[in-house]
């Protein structure tokens, strides 16, 4: 029989397992309101945000009225004036035609949505959501849009924490739990009743994604397919990947502690060659990192002692160069080029 202590122990390496999302959304929340009741902490500016110029879509965490907001920012100047919506997001993430927003809505009971919106702001969508807000991934053409949420109540959950990843088409029909694909892991048909999938990244063909696989303590990076309702595994010990701009590389979070006492920073696998490349972050990196281009990623750290409030940094897809500051009180970017 498991003892009080096991169960204990169980239950933190799974919460740290999940990346601490919860905690990250829990606190920035239950500031919300003391934040946007005072005036902004960085420029703003009423220009329109559906520009066809290249900019990147972020969830605004600077102190001030606009906190919690949907914000832009040109590619070639992130440190300008950042343009408001008036649409608050936990997680975002935009394609040139439609933008992806999973929210808490507090009340009683607080409750969790996912909306899509179009390029003039206007709800396409909105469905609810099984928990709390993880992450958002939209296919380069806005076709598909896959949610993960932190669930309760799963029978195999000791924690009580669990996730769900759903795909489904704009306007059609979903895919469903990416639990119920089939899971393949070195050869092996993996039925185990602890699976999570979370993560999802699109390759442009709006067939093939990747994700991450969690089963006893471990992880893997998969590769999925749609159709065939299939996941393989590639590599282990890999979490929230995201696919380059041409298609030939993955970066994904990369755990150097232990299960128990993770520290996750961030490696690019070449998808041919299988040579992995760990970068040069030193600070633990809780987020689904963004290419901004085909050499360069983006990924949002907290800000230490400023709770609810973090960064956006840039870092090398080759491991060049040390990481630097790229958008100040910003999370959850997502780069726009077309």
Known sequence: MTSRRQWLALAIVSVLLLGGAVAYGATAYARYQARSAAPSDVRTTNALTTTSEPHIVFRNTAQGQGYGKVATVPVEAPSAARALTDQACDRVYATGEVLSCLRIQRGVPTTF????????????????????????????????????????????????????????????????????????????????????????????????????????????????????????????????????????????????????????????????TEEEVVLPEVKNVDDQVEWLDDSTLLYGLAREGAVGDSDVWSIASDGATEPSLFIEHAWSPSVVTK
């Open 113 to 272: 949505r996912a909306s899509v919106f179009d390029r003039a702001g206007a709800e396409v969508e909105s469905w609810p959501l099984p928990g709390i807000p993880s992450r958002t991934r939209m296919s380069q053409d806005g076709s598909l849009v896959a949610t993960t949420s932190f669930v309760t109540g799963h029978s195999y959950a000791t924690t009580g924490f669990s996730t769900e990843t759903v795909v489904s088409q704009i306007g059609g029909e979903s895919f469903g739990n990416l639990e119920d694909f089939a899971l393949w892991i070195d050869g092996e048909h993996l039925t185990a009743a602890d699976r999570n999938i979370w993560g999802v990244t699109f390759a442009a063909d709006d067939n093939t994604f990747y994700a991450t696989a969690a089963s006893g303590g471990r992880t893997w990076l998969v590769n999925g397919n749609l159709a065939e309702r299939t996941l393989t595994a590639i590599t282990n010990n890999a979490e929230c990947p995201s696919l380059s701009p041409d298609g030939s590389r993955v970066a994904y979070k990369k755990n150097s502690g232990t299960p128990d006492n993770p520290h996750w920073g961030i490696a690019v696998l070449n998808l041919t």
